[in-house]
């Protein structure tokens, strides 16, 4: 079964917009939505001028799971590197799962310096980040299955650490990757993978095959069928102009220079003005901007065909509700 998942971004709408949003979305047939979780946008300000958002995704979580009945919600994604120490992202967990059981989860990546720069707090370079979102699932899971835990890391320590609420097994953790370590990761330490921009050739003879390997790894007795296979896909749907779908998207150009996924540059401005220099075709090539339902249709069925079984849409989309009716009516039905 294909599940359905809405991003809420808090860097392109308000914390209350993102609400109206899940809300509209569990009414169309959505299974889960997604918040980011970065202290700086990747852009400083819209198209039309207006400042960018960034609102806190842990303080959104629970307003969100208040807002709706059934949807289950969780970090798209959260990055353990030095602002979070695990045992405190655990005990956030966990009070969430006593409030709302069942409808909690948690997505974790290995970070972006956005997060931590900011905080006057140093980047690691990619192992180093790697091994402590390893170390930061070991603590979480242990806090959940134990009591009093003592935990001696190269990273973090805990000292007789216990959860006195919530339940005894963690939500599930998903893990993002568009590579093929955390995609190992993954299928070792993890209940789900998730991976953005990625085309099917490479998800099945390279990122899914390092996900069976973790599997391997691992203790578990599972397979990578068993495992929820998450893509977050961009999409911007207008049902009279395509010009109209495009402007929303624009200041996320500058996510398509890898350069701002590896080096230690946090400034939303500095993100902005490189990305204005993207022509705009790269973007059109790899978000579905579109005023045909079908594009919608195609685009899932892609990712369906690529072994995908948790299809999560960041909708740009001028009107967010006509966007949750073509998706109701005309593309959840032919996944049924």
């Not at 009414?27 to 400083?44: L, M």
């Not at 994604?77 to 956030?92: C, D």
């Not at 249709?297 to 740009?316: C, E, M, P, R, W």
Request: glycine share 6%; with cysteine.
């Amino acid at each position: 079964m294909v599940r359905f998942g809405w991003f809420a971004s808090l860097e392109e709408f308000s914390p209350a917009e993102c609400l109206h949003q899940v809300e509209i979305a569990e009414e169309a047939g959505f299974d889960t939505a997604w918040v980011n979780d970065h202290f700086h946008p990747w852009f400083d300000h819209k198209q039309d001028g207006s400042p960018a958002n960034s609102g806190n995704g842990w303080s959104w979580l629970p307003a969100a799971l208040e807002r709706t009945d059934d949807l289950v919600i969780g970090t798209g994604v959260s990055a353990i590197i030095h602002r979070y120490h695990p045992a405190n992202v655990a005990h956030q967990l966990a009070t969430l799962e006593e409030l709302y059981p069942d409808r909690v989860f948690l997505g974790l990546g290995s970070g972006e310096a956005l997060n931590e720069s900011p905080l006057g707090l140093p980047m690691p370079e990619f192992g180093e980040c790697a091994r402590r979102t390893a170390e930061s699932i070991r603590i979480i899971r242990a806090l959940f299955e134990n009591d009093f835990v003592d935990y001696d890391g190269n990273y973090w320590q805990l000292d007789e650490a216990n959860l006195y609420t919530g339940p005894d097994e963690a939500p599930p953790i998903y893990i993002a990757s568009n590579g093929s370590t955390l995609a190992r990761m993954a299928g070792d330490l993890g209940d789900g993978y998730i991976t953005v921009f990625e085309e099917p050739d490479r998800v099945q003879n390279e990122l899914f095959p390092a996900v069976e390997r973790g599997i391997e790894k691992s203790d578990r007795n599972s397979s990578l069928e068993e495992m929820d296979r998450s893509i977050h896909i961009h999409v911007s749907y207008d049902p009279d102009s395509e010009e109209a779908a495009l402007q929303p998207c624009l200041p996320w150009r500058g996510t398509q220079l890898p350069i701002f996924f590896e080096a230690d540059i946090a400034d939303p401005r500095v993100v902005q003005a490189h990305g204005d220099k993207v022509d705009t075709q790269v973007l059109k090539d790899i978000f579905t901007i579109t005023t045909d339902p079908q594009d919608l249709l195609d685009v899932t069925q892609k990712y369906v065909d690529a072994g995908f079984n948790h299809i999560v849409y960041q909708s740009h989309s001028p009107d967010q509700q006509a966007f949750c009716d073509v998706l109701e009516e005309q593309v959840f039905p032919e996944f049924d």
